[in-house]
């Protein structure tokens, strides 16, 4: 489904961000991308939504190279992954409900749609009773919830969660962690970057390792190896 290809991303301060990075990842895997900053995580995150563009090698979504994309065919891709951040840009002038639903307008949903759909999402990451809610009356951890819930009501095939606990405590951490597994289980991809080792050491999933912009390992069912 992803491939990358001896990717290497060099940066004009001469910085190599990614030195031939290849690797696939496979429909319906959960793959967590682990490493000290400035390892590469992000910079592979934004090589897969064609945000930047390899020196050397190539980034593939179902054989095609996501940098030969025009720019229609790039926001088509990207409808294809949802993503998730640390800081969860979420809109604070609307509801838990709006922010969802607006995501659905942008991809051309229709109202019927998003009636139906925001409050059956919403019901998915547990918070059914938080619709009109906005986010400065929500924790961090329902935040999180609600930027999942926008994530995922278009139903990508891929859910990138970069971070997604960086803010949160350990039992918050437990519960997005709980439902990035529950979205797995449906048939989505997910690729999680996190430094939380254990995160990394309850799931079980695949972990690929990078340490100054290489692949160092590539465990089926690793730990957190640093």
Do not use: C
């Not at 990075?21 to 000290?36: L, M």
């Not at 962690?177 to 989505?188: A, F, Q, S, V, W």
């Amino acid at each position: 489904m992803i491939y990358f290809d001896k990717v290497t991303k060099i940066y004009k301060d001469s910085t190599p961000a990614l030195t031939e990075v290849s690797f696939s990842i496979e429909p319906k895997e959960f793959v967590s991308i682990v490493g000290h900053s400035g390892a590469g995580k992000t910079t592979l995150l934004k090589m897969l939504l064609a945000e930047e563009t390899p020196t050397n090698g190539a980034v593939f979504f179902e054989s095609v190279d996501v940098n030969n994309l025009r720019r229609g065919a790039v926001n088509k891709l990207r409808r294809r992954i949802g993503t998730v951040f640390q800081d969860y840009r979420l809109i604070p002038s609307k509801t838990a409900f709006e922010n969802i639903a607006f995501a659905m307008e942008a991809s051309g949903k229709s109202d019927a749609q998003i009636q139906s759909d925001v409050p059956q999402v919403l019901d998915l990451v547990g918070l059914s009773d938080k619709l009109w809610n906005f986010p400065h009356e929500l924790s961090g951890g329902e935040k999180q919830r609600v930027a999942i819930a926008r994530a995922i009501v278009n139903q990508p095939d891929v859910i990138i969660a970069d971070e997604p606990t960086g803010n949160l405590d350990p039992a918050n951490t437990q519960e997005i962690i709980y439902i990035l597994k529950k979205i797995n289980d449906m048939g989505t991809t997910v690729i999680l970057t996190t430094h939380n080792k254990g995160v990394i050491d309850s799931l079980g999933k695949r972990v690929i390792t990078l340490e100054k912009g290489k692949v160092i390992r590539d465990d089926k069912s690793g730990k957190y190896v640093l």
